[in-house]
């Protein structure tokens, strides 16, 4: 799934990145296809084909939302679209007797049926990915149950009867009441949702969703509110669905409870997947190809559904991201940066050297920062229990500002999970954590990164296979606020947000050199070498605008050479941009001459805290290294 | 009240046999959660080619609305058959549907599971058609063993016998899990599947031993309660498998002891509930438990208790 969703991502950045000129070709080619397409129909069945295929595009790019963007097996998906419908069906016809106007149903429609989702998806969202779509599942059977049943005692669905003959939809005067009309505005309804999902998936929003994606515990890790950002995506379907559910029912003229039922959803699914989950090109192909086409094979029409389940099968295990995949021309030109621009071969030590000497030129050397006796973050009496095991027991230390504190200590001496308690992913069973003087003890990750703090993982938490300039921009993410509707509507604000976030994240990338910028800007962070990976790691949190760094040996794996490279990277952090670093090293020529200060640790408990001959000369931590002598 | 008091012990009886099923199509869900962490969304279909395989097993061996085999061997015939023909579709569905997918992410598994239960209901749908099909158990039981009383509660032949079924094949399990080598591998398999891939213990093999067990006890399930409602359709299966989902997940999923509760709670929750409520209710009850354990108590009952999961 990671695999397709970065081609897609390759491919729409591509579109997005085309000369205006290209665009608005495109733009032409399209409206006009879709101002002719209703009257080339060769007879008023075909015309219906083409407004269903309309509705269905919709659908399947609303799906796409939840399935694709934030991978959320949302089985209530057709549920919320009969939740629109019926709302239509019973607040515009003569069920109740209520008739309000088109353009009142519509939205409350749609704000309805996010609603029921928001309601659904918040107490099932922090569950696991198959317990939501259970949950939602049920929902859908409950659902079902409902409209068949709720026509005794007092009638409301209609039972198996449904419920038809609606108000006529009447916009400002507009009466849509003919084919054609239809066509129209379903097909203009489909091309704006096609519209939002290519803004929201471009913004920091769809960003956040592919980071909890790839790995949704350093998505947090990194700032992105998972819960939230899950929410909002199961909220958008929902929202969708609802609206499409309102049009669908409007051109039936009526709503029956098969209508909403499992295979509705399973032809969704089938779009979904065969465009490629999160292709947004690639969906609405796939969604063109599943309405049009069984309709050459009708003759095989008890084969249907069987088909869709192969369909399934075989695109999971052999294709999983779709048809669309890896269609090349619609990715974006690749820079080729061993070639220069005759075209003739270049080795690769003269573009590291090259741009290494470019690099040394800008970057200011010159020690502006020490470190200041104010308490920046402070620890008292941490503890943390793992059914019995005390991993961290009974820690406090402080650390200044602008000061580099290392920690040190055998493998399992509660290191990492001191980081863990300090990034909010463990809350600590006792004690209290400061960060400036605030509590942030029990904050969720997401808070903490808010706060300023900001941590790298030893055993590499990137979002492998977005670009590197992406990994990087997660990073922005909670320094930026755009919601849904400013991202929709491309508002000066987020417009600005999006400027802002590409000047820093390049300033940052930057001062890593040719390492992480250049060619590399635009490579899938899984193409990195080890070593470079582990630079993105601290770029990433540099990103956030941390003031402290927390990194967990940012030197692991590193060959001699980049152990002094990254070494003289630290300090600069430190020297040249301020930030204050809480490390954790085990090579101790690392350790001595970048810290300020050093605490080790053995069992969860501070055995020796001080300057580094201090603690190295310590009995108790050469002990806790090497065991007792023998007496 | 009173009424409500009479009709208990009754609503028990139904309740635990409705249970035991729920149970034994639990147990499949759970042992495949257990080991490979996935929702095996075709396990509802698997139960349904059970009931079909009982029908089909039945109808052969009836000429003249007469069973020509003595009843005891046919009910053994049908459940013995329907455990192999499920047990063989499962692990078909895991060789081609699961093994491709066992390193790609959970999604991926998901709607590939989703896939093999569109396909199998409408592979029985394309060839068996869509008619309810009846079982004329008429004939396989005589008249005056069919039902007795005790008190005012009345005992159905099929009842009890499909109680008792039930329990053997959960007792049977029990021991193949607790004493036998497989067993023991099932264990370590679902503790920690490379582990125990390192300690020499072929993980493909246990898989398909897995899917092997749970189909056939989901196949059982099928024709049993084929047996006590006498008709299938190519659309149990999805009914049959929420509830047997639900009961998993009532139990604690992972566990097998957690799903033989579960499931018996379930049955008995939902045919306590049928006195309070009309009967097309039933279903939306077993749900709202099901939403309502997931939000409250997500690992379940027997969850954290019982460690031991397969």
């Known amino acids: 799934m990671n695999y397709e969703s970065n081609t897609a991502a390759a491919g729409e950045v591509g579109a997005v990145s085309w000369r205006s000129s290209n665009r608005l070709i495109l733009y032409g080619v399209v409206a006009i296809l879709l101002i002719i397409a209703p009257h080339v129909m060769p007879d008023s069945y075909w015309l219906r084909i083409y407004t269903m295929t309309g509705l269905w595009v919709m659908l399947a790019l609303g799906l796409n939302v939840v399935a694709g963007f934030a991978g959320l097996l949302d089985l209530a998906y057709v549920a919320f679209f009969g939740v629109g419908g019926y709302i239509f069906a019973l607040l515009s016809s003569a069920q109740f007797d209520i008739h309000l106007p088109f353009l009142l149903v519509l939205p409350l429609a749609a704000i309805c049926t996010m609603g029921i989702g928001i309601a659904l998806g918040s107490t099932s969202i922090r569950l696991k990915g198959d317990y939501l779509a259970i949950v939602t599942l049920a929902f859908a059977q409950i659902f079902k149950l409902l409209l068949l049943n709720l026509d005794s005692p007092i009638d409301i669905t209609g039972g198996v009867n449904g419920i038809f003959g609606f108000d006529p939809i009447n916009i400002f005067g507009l009466h849509i009441a003919s084919a054609h009309a239809y066509a129209y505005l379903i097909w203009l309804a489909a091309v704006l949702v096609a519209a939002g999902s290519f803004r929201i998936k471009a913004s920091r929003i769809g960003r956040g969703w592919e980071a909890i994606r790839e790995d949704e515990l350093a998505a947090e890790a990194m700032g992105v509110n998972t819960t939230w950002m899950k929410l909002m995506a199961f909220a958008g379907g929902a929202f969708v669905a609802g609206a499409a559910g309102c049009l669908f029912a409007s051109f039936q003229d009526s709503v029956f409870p098969n209508n909403f039922d499992f295979q509705q959803l399973v032809i969704v699914y089938c779009m979904v997947i065969l465009g490629g989950l999160g292709n947004i090109t690639g969906v609405i192909v796939g969604a063109v190809i599943l309405s049009i086409l069984p309709e050459f094979l009708r003759e095989y029409g008890a084969y249907r559904m069987m088909s869709y389940g192969l369909i399934l099968i075989v695109l999971m295990a052999l294709r999983p991201q779709g048809i669309m995949g890896d269609i090349s021309f619609l990715s974006r030109k690749q820079k080729r940066p061993d070639k220069d621009e005759t075209g003739r071969l270049r080795a690769s030590t003269d573009l590291y050297y090259e741009s290494r000497d470019h690099a040394a030129e800008t970057r200011q050397t010159e020690t502006q920062f020490f470190k200041t006796n104010r308490i920046m973050l402070e620890l008292k009496n941490i503890t943390q229990d793992f059914g019995g095991i005390k991993a961290v027991n009974n820690l406090s230390f402080v650390l200044h500002e602008k000061e580099v504190l290392s920690i040190i200590g055998p493998n399992g001496a509660g290191k990492t999970t001191l980081f863990n308690l300090i990034s909010g992913i463990y809350p600590p069973t006792q004690g209290a954590i400061y960060f400036e003087g605030a509590p942030i003890t029990g904050f969720k990750p997401h808070r903490v990164v808010r706060s300023g703090i900001a941590r790298t993982f030893q055993n590499l938490r990137l979002f492998n296979n977005m670009s590197v300039f992406d990994n990087a921009r997660v990073g922005r993410f909670c320094r930026t606020n755009a919601g849904p509707v400013s991202v929709l509507l491309n508002l000066p604000r987020h417009r600005r947000e999006e400027q802002e976030t590409d000047r820093k994240t390049r300033e940052i990338l930057e001062l890593f050199g040719a390492r992480l910028t250049g060619y590399r800007f635009d490579q899938q962070a899984m193409f990195l070498s080890y070593a470079n990976r582990r630079r993105l790691e601290i770029a990433r949190a540099l990103a956030t605008d941390a003031r402290l760094l927390l990194l967990d040996e940012p030197s692991a794996g590193m060959n001699p050479q980049e152990t002094i490279e990254i070494t003289a990277f630290i300090k600069t952090l430190r020297d040249v941009f301020g930030y204050t670093i809480l490390v954790i090293e085990h090579k101790l020529n690392v350790v001595r001459s970048i810290s300020d200060r050093v605490i080790a640790l053995d069992y969860g408990i501070k055995i020796a805290e001080g300057s580094y001959d201090e603690v190295a000369g310590n009995v108790q931590v050469i002990e806790a290294y090497l065991g007792r002598k023998r007496q | ?310």
């Open chain 2, 1 to 310: 009240m009173n009424i409500y008091l009479e009709q208990l012990p009754q609503q028990l009886i139904n309740g635990l046999t409705l249970g035991g099923v729920y149970a034994l199509i639990a147990i499949g869900y759970t042992m495949v959660y257990g080991i490979l962490g996935m929702l095996n969304f075709a396990h509802g279909e698997i139960y349904m080619i059970g009931g079909f395989t009982g029908w089909w097993v039945l109808h052969l061996l009836t000429r003249n609305n007469q069973v020509i085999m003595n009843s005891a061997l046919v009910i053994s015939l049908m459940i013995v058959l329907a455990m192999a023909v499920s047990g063989l579709v499962g692990i078909l569905t895991e060789r081609f549907a699961y093994r491709p997918l066992r390193n790609a992410p959970r999604i991926n598994l998901l709607l590939s599971a989703l896939g093999v239960s569109i396909f199998l209901q409408n592979l029985v749908l394309t060839y068996q058609g869509a008619k309810v099909r009846v079982f004329h158990i008429a004939s396989l039981i005589p008249q005056d063993l069919r039902v007795f009383h005790v008190g005012s509660t009345v005992f159905s032949f099929m009842r009890v016998m499909v109680i008792s079924v039930t329990f053997l094949l959960m007792a049977l399990l029990t021991v193949v899990i607790k004493k036998t080598k497989v067993g023991k591998a099932m264990r370590a398999t679902a503790q920690d599947i490379e582990a125990a891939t390192f300690m020499g213990i072929d993980v493909d093999r246990i898989v398909v031993v897995v899917f092997l067990i749970g189909s056939a006890l989901g196949g059982a399930a099928g024709t049993m309660v084929g047996l006590l409602f006498t008709q299938v359709d190519y659309y149990v299966g999805f009914q049959a498998g929420l509830k047997g989902f639900t009961a998993a997940v009532l139990g604690g999923i992972g566990s097998i002891y957690g799903a033989m509760l579960g499931g018996i709670l379930l049955g008995l929750a939902e045919s306590l509930a049928v006195t309070f409520l009309p009967s097309a209710y039933k279903d939306v009850v077993a749900f709202t438990i099901l939403i309502i354990i997931l939000i409250i108590r997500p690992q379940g009952l027997m969850g954290e208790k019982i460690p031991e999961k397969v």
